[in-house]
């Protein structure tokens, strides 16, 4: 069965970088483009960007152009998503989602990450 | 960047009741590019409809997307228990994808 599964809770202080990890498992990996999408506490769901899994290929919300980087490790069936300079604005349940394409709804997601940033 | 702004931000309703959730966008969009998410508290949204119409597999059918170009509708013909949760519009159409602020639909 799909899954997709998620690196675990991050403490971080402020002006830090952040690198969360979500292993896909059940299908074929490279075919498929990972959303990273996070929610910050009380907030809605706000899109960070994509990546082509099988080959890097990005797309990144303006909001997170120069501080997030994705990148993907196929042999590992493994996407990163990379943030930096964290300010505590950037505290949030980050969630990688998968979509067949780039331009289609994400069916299956991860469990969450959360990312605390805190001094 | 494409803004969706969904209404109600509440919906207090009760189980068997029919829920109309809108979802507007500040340009026109195409239905093909939007879906709906569920998302209920300590767990991960739940693709519910994409395609502006087509349900997820497993998704029952008194959930149905309907709208066009700047209107979008998530209906939810009969409230379940299991219903209650937060609803999220999202846009695909744009490269620069953004979703909704969510509609909570309560008890």
């Known amino acids: 069965q799909v899954q997709l599964v998620q690196s675990g809770t991050e403490v971080k202080k402020p002006g830090a970088s952040v690198k969360v990890s979500c292993k896909a498992s059940?299908?074929?990996?490279?075919?498929?483009?990972i959303h990273w999408v996070r929610q910050a506490p009380g907030q809605g769901l706000e899109w960070m960007g994509w990546?082509?899994?099988?080959?890097?290929?990005?797309k990144y919300s303006q909001k997170f152009q120069g501080r997030v980087t994705f990148t993907t490790d196929t042999s590992a069936t493994t996407v990163y998503m990379d943030l930096s300079r964290l300010t505590s604005e950037d505290t949030a349940v980050y969630y990688c989602?998968?979509?067949?394409?780039?331009?289609?709804?994400?069916?299956?997601w991860g469990q969450g990450t959360l990312v605390s940033v805190s001094s | 960047e494409i803004v969706l702004t969904q209404s109600p931000g509440t919906l207090s309703l009760s189980p068997g009741e029919r829920a109309t959730l809108s979802c507007r966008a500040s340009?026109?969009?195409?239905?093909?590019?939007v879906a709906w998410y569920q998302h209920k508290p300590g767990h991960s949204p739940r693709l519910l409809i994409s395609?502006?119409?087509s349900r997820a597999p497993g998704v029952p059918d008194r959930f149905s997307g309907s709208g066009s170009e700047t209107d979008f509708t998530l209906t939810i013909s009969r409230l379940e228990p299991e219903d209650f949760a937060v609803y999220y519009c999202?846009?695909?159409?744009?490269?620069?994808?953004?979703f909704g602020q969510g509609t909570k639909v309560e008890i």
């Open positions: 989602g998968r979509s067949l394409y780039p331009n289609r709804g994400f069916d299956y």
């Open positions: 059940g299908y074929t990996f490279s075919t498929y483009t």
């Open positions: 990546i082509n899994a099988g080959n890097g290929h990005t």
């Open positions: 340009q026109s969009v195409s239905s093909t590019y």
């Open positions: 395609g502006g119409s």
């Open positions: 999202h846009q695909y159409d744009s490269s620069l994808q953004t």
